[in-house]
Nanobody, 125 residues
């Protein structure tokens, strides 16, 4: 079965850190760009970051730039989202998504065709 599985979410205080993981099973992520998205209750899904297949190119939303870092370990078939200096407005369900592509990466949700089930991140004191 081809799937993406997110993990690492949880409850953290403002200013804290979390690292999310996105592990692929049933296929290799080597040929895929991966994006991270989030959706808070009552809000539209937001493209948080993306990373190209080789890992050399990343892109971030203005709201998280300088605080979040995405990376990948193709040997482990996993992509990560390191989140530092978390704020209450970062509270959302976080999803990873993948698309097979040779070129760059995108933070547009409609460009991805494989999605994980999501993991909840709650930032609260």
């Amino acid at each position: 079965q081809l799937q993406l599985v997110e993990s690492g979410g949880g409850l953290v205080q403002p200013g804290g850190s979390l690292r999310l993981s996105c592990a692929a099973s049933g296929f290799t992520l080597d040929y895929y760009a991966v994006g991270w998205f989030r959706q808070a209750p009552g809000k539209e899904r937001e493209g948080v970051s993306c990373i190209n297949r080789g890992g050399a190119l990343t892109n971030y939303a203005v709201s998280v730039k300088g605080r979040f870092t995405t990376s990948r370990d193709n040997a482990k078939n996993t992509v990560y989202l390191q989140m530092n200096s978390l704020k209450p407005e970062d509270t959302a369900v976080y999803y990873c998504a993948a698309v097979r592509t040779y070129y760059g990466c995108s933070r547009r949700a409609d460009e991805y065709d494989r999605w994980g089930q999501g993991t909840q991140v709650t930032v609260s004191s």
